[in-house]
């Protein structure tokens, strides 16, 4: 990594990287220097070879982040609180769009801007003790990055309606029950567990777990036909790999492959 980050760490093992928010004493509470490196390092992480599958999660063991940061939204103008909102949401699509899956470990509170953040990911594994919420509506303002929208995608638009509404905080099993989350592990066990799903995935080749991520995120805002039709390019595109050889080549031959990303 070129660039030096202190509202952030990142690092990089066996292709797995683990990016986590660094403000533990504010329960990673989303400031713009957050999200600014947030975007920079998955800009830079879209072009280093050794990343194939990124783990974000929050630094200490009660926030993966609580919210964009009152205390610097709090003397915003309209005008800044909107660009506060687009700088953040840039962050969160560049995230949603980075071309290799990306799993969020929440390991605590994810409310507003952090549950938010969550969602942008592919997938969510969550501890027992993470929280789930969009409570901005206690502070008199509704979510502005995501929350009364991929949250509605996620998990329907009652149930967000109700978070959004109420303010009010969901745990973990209630999270996987309504699909917010893929799965919920004890505490101690949520980096290795996340860990063990990123390799299998990382073993994958990439340009094909690439092409997958492109039809999901394409086609999902796409009516069924052209979403479809979506599909079909990037699946007839696989046939473009040497990867596909590999896999088909191995299945007749009874083992595993051993993709090349080519
Ligand atoms: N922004 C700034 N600071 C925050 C913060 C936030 N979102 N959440 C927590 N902190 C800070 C607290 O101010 C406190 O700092 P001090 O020690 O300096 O006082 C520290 O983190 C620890 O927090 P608490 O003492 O409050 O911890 P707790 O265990 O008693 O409560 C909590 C935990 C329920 C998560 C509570 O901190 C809380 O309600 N936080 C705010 C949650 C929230 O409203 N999030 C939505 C923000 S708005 C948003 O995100 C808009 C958007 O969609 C873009």
Redesign the pocket.
Known sequence: MKYEYNAITCSVNEGIALVSINRP???N???SKVFMELGKVFEEMEKDDHVRVVILTGEGE??F?????????QQCSVLEVRE??MA?NRTQGRIEAFPKPVIAAVNG?A????C?LAMACDMRIASTSA?FG???I??G???????TQRLARLIGIGRAKELVYSGR?IDAECACEWGLVNKVVPPGKLVEETRKLATIIADKSLPVLMLAKEAFNCGFNLDLDRALQLEIECFANCFGTEDHNEGMLAFTEKRKPSFKDK
């Open positions: 004493k504010a329960l509470a989303l400031n009660k926030a982040a609580a919210g964009a940061d009152i205390t610097e939204m506060f909102a953040a509170f409310l507003g801007g952090g938010e929280k969009q409570p901005e206690n502070l303002i509704i979510p502005g990055g995501g929350g905080i």
